[in-house]
């Protein structure tokens, strides 16, 4: 089944950090663009973080420059997010993207909720 699976939402304290991992079944994430999403309540999907297939080049919404960083490892056809110093503001679904020039694949979602 071609599907990508995310894990490592959870509830965090303000100033903290989370990985979000995100694994592809069934095909090779290493063709593939990859980008991370999020949608707070009440708002539309966001773009937060987005690579290139080669993972030379990487873009960030300002919201989280300097704070998220997007990466992958091929070997484990797994690509991550970490979040650094985060924030209320941060609280939302996450979702990962793979997109390739044929097709594209999304996460089921994973909750990531800021709070004290």
């Known amino acids: 089944q071609l599907q990508l699976v995310e894990s490592g939402g959870g509830l965090v304290q303000p100033g903290g950090s989370l990985r979000l991992s995100c694994t592809a079944t069934g095909f090779t994430l290493e063709y593939y663009s990859m980008s991370w999403f999020r949608q707070a309540p009440g708002k539309g999907r966001e773009k937060v973080a987005c690579?290139?297939?080669?993972?030379?080049?990487?873009e960030y919404a300002d919201s989280v420059k300097g704070r998220f960083t997007i990466s992958r490892d091929n070997a484990k056809n797994t690509m991550y997010l970490q979040m650094n110093n985060l924030s209320p503001e941060d609280t939302a679904v996450y979702y990962c993207?793979?997109?390739?020039?044929?097709?594209?694949?999304w996460g089921q979602g994973t909750q990531v909720t800021v709070s004290s």
């Open positions: 690579s290139n297939s080669r993972g030379d080049m990487t």
């Open positions: 993207n793979a997109q390739g020039q044929l097709d594209g694949y």
